[in-house]
């Protein structure tokens, strides 16, 4: 996983758009439908709705983002390496210090899968933790499948 800053990516430079909602899982709804009116494709669509449904419930449940009074920053960047990408790079609030808060639906796993789906759907992905104590995680989506994978 190469961050997108080491591939030439200057994601707050050239940002399509970026969006600050509170903590909450209602605005999970909000950040999916942003990146679908983004995408190049539909297949793009989809896949960039699903990783930053997945993302954003990472940091509603494991950083203070998911605490009263909590945030989540959403930057969606359409200029990056190959001409049609999606860059998706979700800003947490920092690590909580008390067990997360679970909103999951009943009977469904409520960890392990959400960053396993992310690396299946997304070109690339990673996580970055500067040293404010915040974390942000980034995704690049293709345009189209990899026809390696589809």
Known sequence: ???PAAHGLH???HTSR???LPGVPESVREFRQVARQ??????Q???AALCVSELVT??????RSGKPGGSVTVIFDTRTVLPGELCIWVHDDGPRVTAPARFGLPGVAESGYGLRIVAQVAADQG???PADDTATSWCIVAAEPDSEVA
């Not at 983004?38 to 297949?43: E, R």
């Not at 990472?58 to 950083?63: I, Q, Y």
Request: glycine share 4%.
């Open 11 to 13: 994601c707050g430079c």
């Open 38 to 43: 983004l995408a190049a494709t539909p297949y």
């Open 18 to 20: 970026a969006l600050t």
């Open 1 to 3: 996983m190469t961050a």
């Open 127 to 129: 996580r970055i933790c």
């Open 45 to 47: 669509a989809e896949a």
């Open 58 to 63: 990472n940091a509603l449940l494991h950083s």
